[in-house]
Protein backbone atom coordinates (compact mmCIF):
# COMPACT_ATOMS: atom_id res chain seq x y z
CA UNK A 1 0.00 0.00 0.00
CA UNK A 2 1.49 3.63 -1.40
CA UNK A 3 1.16 6.37 1.60
CA UNK A 4 2.11 10.03 0.90
CA UNK A 5 5.24 10.26 2.12
CA UNK A 6 4.30 14.13 2.97
CA UNK A 7 1.94 12.65 5.45
CA UNK A 8 4.83 10.63 7.62
CA UNK A 9 6.92 13.42 7.63
CA UNK A 10 3.80 15.69 9.23
CA UNK A 11 2.89 13.13 11.12
CA UNK A 12 6.48 12.42 12.53
CA UNK A 13 7.05 16.35 13.03
CA UNK A 14 4.05 16.60 15.22
CA UNK A 15 4.59 13.67 17.30
CA UNK A 16 8.03 15.33 17.62
CA UNK A 17 7.17 18.88 18.27
CA UNK A 18 4.99 17.44 20.71
CA UNK A 19 7.70 15.59 22.65
CA UNK A 20 10.25 18.06 22.75
CA UNK A 21 7.80 20.41 24.39
CA UNK A 22 6.67 17.88 27.29
CA UNK A 23 10.61 17.58 27.98
CA UNK A 24 10.43 21.13 27.87
CA UNK A 25 7.79 21.22 30.74
CA UNK A 26 9.45 18.80 32.29
CA UNK A 27 13.22 19.59 32.74
CA UNK A 28 11.91 23.05 33.48
CA UNK A 29 9.76 21.70 36.26
CA UNK A 30 13.48 20.98 38.26
CA UNK A 31 15.02 24.18 36.75
CA UNK A 32 16.82 23.23 33.63
CA UNK A 33 15.17 25.89 31.75
CA UNK A 34 15.69 27.54 28.25
CA UNK A 35 13.96 31.09 30.17
CA UNK A 36 18.03 31.26 31.79
CA UNK A 37 19.17 31.99 28.28
CA UNK A 38 17.17 35.89 28.66
CA UNK A 39 17.21 36.08 32.68
CA UNK A 40 21.08 36.43 32.67
CA UNK A 41 21.53 39.36 29.92
CA UNK A 42 21.83 42.17 32.55
CA UNK A 43 24.69 40.40 34.60
CA UNK A 44 27.37 41.32 31.76
CA UNK A 45 29.55 37.84 32.63
CA UNK A 46 28.32 36.83 28.78
CA UNK A 47 28.34 32.94 29.74
CA UNK A 48 25.08 30.80 29.13
CA UNK A 49 23.95 28.98 32.11
CA UNK A 50 24.76 25.26 32.48
CA UNK A 51 20.98 24.51 33.41
CA UNK A 52 20.05 26.42 29.70
CA UNK A 53 22.73 24.73 27.60
CA UNK A 54 21.72 21.08 29.18
CA UNK A 55 17.55 21.79 28.80
CA UNK A 56 18.50 22.96 24.63
CA UNK A 57 20.46 19.67 24.34
CA UNK A 58 17.91 17.67 26.07
CA UNK A 59 14.99 19.51 23.64
CA UNK A 60 17.07 19.23 20.72
CA UNK A 61 17.97 15.59 21.53
CA UNK A 62 14.36 14.45 21.36
CA UNK A 63 12.94 16.46 18.70
CA UNK A 64 15.56 14.86 16.38
CA UNK A 65 15.02 10.89 18.00
CA UNK A 66 11.70 11.61 18.09
CA UNK A 67 11.26 12.81 14.49
CA UNK A 68 13.77 9.85 13.12
CA UNK A 69 11.61 7.16 15.19
CA UNK A 70 8.06 8.07 14.50
CA UNK A 71 8.97 8.19 11.00
CA UNK A 72 10.12 5.04 11.32
CA UNK A 73 7.21 3.92 12.88
CA UNK A 74 4.90 4.87 10.78
CA UNK A 75 6.21 4.12 7.31
CA UNK A 76 6.37 0.54 9.05
CA UNK A 77 3.01 0.71 10.01
CA UNK A 78 1.76 1.88 6.47
CA UNK A 79 3.81 -1.62 5.48
CA UNK A 80 1.76 -3.60 8.31
CA UNK A 81 5.05 -4.71 9.46
CA UNK A 82 4.11 -3.43 13.36
CA UNK A 83 3.80 -6.37 15.32
CA UNK A 84 1.27 -6.34 18.47
CA UNK A 85 4.11 -6.13 21.15
CA UNK A 86 5.29 -2.76 19.94
CA UNK A 87 2.00 -1.58 19.31
CA UNK A 88 1.05 -1.65 22.99
CA UNK A 89 3.96 -0.64 24.31
CA UNK A 90 4.05 2.19 22.18
CA UNK A 91 0.54 2.78 24.12
CA UNK A 92 1.45 2.52 27.32
CA UNK A 93 4.55 4.82 26.85
CA UNK A 94 2.18 7.54 25.20
CA UNK A 95 -0.26 7.06 28.68
CA UNK A 96 2.93 7.51 30.90
CA UNK A 97 3.97 10.59 29.09
CA UNK A 98 0.41 12.08 29.14
CA UNK A 99 0.25 11.15 32.61
CA UNK A 100 3.90 12.70 33.80
CA UNK A 101 2.97 16.31 31.91
CA UNK A 102 -0.61 16.13 33.68
CA UNK A 103 1.31 16.09 37.04
CA UNK A 104 3.85 18.70 35.86
CA UNK A 105 1.34 21.16 34.79
CA UNK A 106 -0.55 20.47 37.65
CA UNK A 107 2.37 22.89 39.70
CA UNK A 108 2.82 26.55 39.50
CA UNK A 109 5.60 27.29 37.11
CA UNK A 110 9.10 28.50 38.59
CA UNK A 111 9.63 30.48 35.08
CA UNK A 112 8.52 34.38 35.02
CA UNK A 113 5.95 34.92 32.34
CA UNK A 114 7.96 36.59 29.83
CA UNK A 115 11.14 34.35 30.00
CA UNK A 116 8.57 31.21 29.75
CA UNK A 117 6.94 32.40 26.56
CA UNK A 118 10.10 33.21 24.82
CA UNK A 119 11.36 29.96 25.96
CA UNK A 120 8.20 28.10 25.26
CA UNK A 121 8.94 29.40 21.63
CA UNK A 122 12.73 28.64 21.13
CA UNK A 123 11.38 25.12 22.48
CA UNK A 124 8.86 25.07 20.08
CA UNK A 125 11.08 26.26 16.83
CA UNK A 126 14.12 23.91 18.34
CA UNK A 127 11.87 20.83 18.51
CA UNK A 128 9.93 21.02 15.15
CA UNK A 129 13.14 21.61 13.21
CA UNK A 130 15.23 18.72 15.16
CA UNK A 131 12.12 16.52 14.28
CA UNK A 132 11.96 17.27 10.56
CA UNK A 133 15.31 16.59 10.37
CA UNK A 134 14.89 13.55 12.28
CA UNK A 135 11.79 12.42 10.10
CA UNK A 136 13.49 13.27 6.64
CA UNK A 137 16.74 11.17 7.30
CA UNK A 138 14.59 8.59 8.59
CA UNK A 139 12.19 8.54 5.04
CA UNK A 140 15.31 9.26 3.20
CA UNK A 141 16.77 5.83 4.60
CA UNK A 142 13.40 3.51 3.83
Given at each position: M???????????M??????????H????????D?G??????G?????????????W?L????G?????F?????????????????????V????L??????????????????????????????G????????N??????
Amino acid sequence: MHFPRHLILAGAMAAGVLLALAVHILVAQYGLDLGGLWQTQGQGDGFMPAGSAIAWWLIATVGFSSGYFIASILHSAVAGEIPQRLRNFLVVAGVLMLAGIGQALSGSSPVPSVSGVLAGLAALCLGALMAFCGANFALRKT
